[in-house]
Nanobody, 121 residues
Framework: QVQLVESGGGLVQAGGSLRLSCAAVGSIFRINAVGWYRQAPGKQRDLVAR???????NYADSVKGRFTISRDNAKNTVYLQMNSLKPEDTAVYYC???????????????WGQGTQVTVSS
């Protein structure tokens, strides 16, 4: 079994920073793309940032220049560094990974449990 374990959320004042972590735990052969999504109350879940196995990244326009996604392949962990946080960044942040458990299996989609980020004004 594979689990995505998220951490690093919390309460921060506007202008502050947080770093989210997403660790893939279990039997893993290869991690393909990993993305961070967020969902505010009453809104749909939207992509915030994504990183591929080769390290290519893309970001939502609203976070470009403030957020940075990175990965540590040795630790099967992806990070989201969030700087200059704004109240509109408040949401539950979810990690999503497409990964392969073994050569006998194709890629599958996994989600973390979510971590709350609250930015006060």
């Amino acid at each position: 079994q594979v689990q995505l374990v998220e951490s690093g959320g919390g309460l921060v004042q506007a202008g502050g920073s947080l770093r989210l972590s997403c660790a893939a735990v279990g039997s893993i052969f290869r991690i393909n793309a990993v993305g961070w999504y967020r969902q505010a109350p009453g809104k749909q879940r939207d992509l915030v940032a994504r990183i591929t196995s080769s390290g290519s990244t893309n970001y939502a326009d609203s976070v470009k220049g403030r957020f940075t996604i990175s990965r540590d392949n040795a630790k099967n962990t992806v990070y989201l560094q969030m700087n200059s946080l704004k109240p509109e960044d408040t949401a539950v942040y979810y990690c999503n990974a497409v990964l392969v458990q073994s050569l006998l299996n194709g890629p599958k989609d996994y989600w973390g449990q979510g971590t709350q980020v609250t930015v006060s004004s």
